[in-house]
């Protein structure tokens, strides 16, 4: 990746249209993200009980939540006008990257310190260590949940605030030595147990599904065309802005909707329940948190799609400061 020029915040004309749009569909994301908690954690309607007149007397609560989202997003556009749209992109994207970043460290920590503590369970070191309430809450995912993952979680954040690197390479070759650790305990020593099989579908559940904004940014998904190819950089842009709208957008809001629109949806309940795998103690804690990862994979995306957007709204429009890929994928 490479850029044709600095970025500049201010330049060309202004683009209150794109903007709004783009800004509006963030601010309606939050809007949607802290319905859901609302629902989920207090027992508050959502946008859809409003819709279907089950909401009561509490219809007011999401009503408002999403028109602040909308108008802090709306509103940002313009109280600055002149903003560019490739500066706005890029913001956008920066935002995007650090929260896979973050999500990236939560999962490596996680990863280790969960099955430390399965393989501790699993072989009784706990026993006579502990004391017995504490060996029975370690074999509870309530207790591991909030005491163990939540603590972790925190630290995997504030990690991201400053490591900079997405450490997308390091979590795939830690997939790759917990495999090769799997077949030599298993062939070797012939020993083998649920949670290591976990800790491989977890850590590569986490890097398809993580990277996938970020391979978005670098163009690096897969793209079959038979005209595109062709398009000069304005008419590419024009797809593209399109593309991101019909194509993108909409899917990221159908797994979003599905995934968290209310309590017992396949997101939502897993996550609620802090739900495990049928392996239970001699397995990890974290089937909860894959559930998770459906809805990381379409909320990164749908941002990286808006930045995507803006980025094609200036090709099209031949703004400078193009943004040079090679695409790794065609």
Known sequence: MAFAADLSRTGGAPALLARSFAWGMLGFLAAFLVNNILNIGWGFPTLADVFSGTSGAL????????????????????????????????????????????????????????????????????????????????????????????????????????????????????????????????????????????????????????????????????????????????KKGFVNAWGAIVLGMSTAWVIIIIGLGSKTSIINAPVMNLEITQSGPTGLYIKYQMAAFLGIFAITMLIQFVSYFLESVADKRDEPGHRLVTPTGH
């Open 59 to 234: 219809v007011w609560v999401p009503l408002l939540v999403t028109v602040l989202g909308l108008g802090a997003g709306i509103g940002y556009v313009l109280r600055s006008p002149d903003t560019a749209l490739r500066w706005d992109a890029m913001k956008i994207h920066g935002f995007n990257a650090y929260l896979v970043r973050a999500c990236f460290w939560i999962i490596v920590l996680i990863g280790f310190a969960d099955s430390a503590i399965a393989l501790a369970r699993v072989e009784g070191l706990f026993n006579g260590v502990l004391s017995d309430e504490m060996v029975i809450n370690i074999g509870r995912s309530q207790f591991l949940g909030p005491m163990v993952h939540l603590p972790l979680m925190v630290l995997g954040a504030l990690i991201a605030v400053k490591h900079r690197g997405l450490g997308f390479h390091w979590l795939a070759l830690l997939i790759v030595v917990a495999m090769l650790f799997i077949v030599i305990s298993r062939f070797v020593f012939s020993y083998e147990q649920a949670f290591m099989g976990d800790l491989v579908r977890y850590w590569y559940a986490g890097l398809f599904l993580f990277a996938s904004a970020y391979t978005l940014f670098e163009d690096g998904h897969v793209r079959v065309d038979v005209l595109y190819a062709g398009f000069g950089k304005t």
